[in-house]
């Protein structure tokens, strides 16, 4: 104990403060050291369970994402099939309305045709009636007391046959 004493350590005071330091330890450790690890054991838990949270909204996020660019590529699949059968059907609906065209210009021009047969026929009748009757006047002008009108008549009837 001399070589404390040289150095002015006294050995009560000694142990009084490494008494004091257990029961500081002691204290310490009971009241303050296990809450704290306690709450750093806590916060330790929440952020792994955080960590873990954050990773499952990844892949979640990342699974959504997945789908979204498949529904895209879908929807744009579906659309390019939609226009591609508005584009046929709208072919169909020209041809079909050209094919239509067609038909009505060619059921005219027949219909026109026989029309202009038609008036053809009436006019060569109304000809052929002018130059009979044409013919029988000029017959009673040149030989009105040599035919009779019975010969007259056919005349007439035989010159309409021949025009």
Known sequence: MNFLSNFGVQGVLLAAQIVNFLILLFILKRFLYKPVLKVLADRKSKIALSLKQ????EIRLKKIEDEREAKISEAATEAQQIINDATSTAEKIIEDAHTKAQKDITSLVSQAED?????????YQQIRQELANL??????KVTPHVLTEKDQAEIRKTSLKEI
């Not at 954050?54 to 909204?57: G, Q, V």
């Open 54 to 57: 954050a990773e499952d909204i």
């Open 115 to 123: 029309s202009i047969s038609q008036e053809r026929a009436k006019m």
């Open 135 to 140: 013919v029988t006047e000029a017959l009673r």
